[in-house]
């Protein structure tokens, strides 16, 4: 179960995505990326996200990558669908990684 403002940023992330990079919604990458979002933003606005983020050297290699800065920039568009300025590092990170995978799947 997610609450109604994980699933109302969700379908707002989904409609983004494939409006701005043509994504396919039946995906199983798009799917698990938008589960993670959801469940991870419940976790957020009550007050428990996770502590333990992605793999330092993996993170590094996708802030180092030419396209990190749309890929950061699209990651606060959607997270400003859920009415989150900043989302905890350790969450934010598994949000990056997730977006990096789906926009060199495109």
């Known amino acids: 179960m997610i609450s109604q403002v994980a699933h109302d940023g969700t379908v707002k992330a989904v409609d983004l995505l494939v409006s701005e990079w043509q994504l396919d919604t039946s995906t199983e990458q ?8 959801a469940r991870a933003t419940d976790r957020i ?20 990558d030419d396209d990190f800065p749309v890929i950061q920039a699209t990651n606060r568009q959607i997270l ?6 900043q989302a905890p590092d350790a969450e934010n990170t598994f949000f990056l990684s997730n977006l990096f995978s789906l926009y060199c799947a495109k």
């Open 45 to 64: 606005l009550s007050d428990q996200p996770i502590t333990q983020g992605l793999d330092e050297d993996i993170l590094a290699e996708i802030i180092s």
């Open 80 to 85: 400003g669908g859920f009415g989150i300025e």
């Open 30 to 37: 798009l799917q698990m990326a938008m589960t993670h979002l």
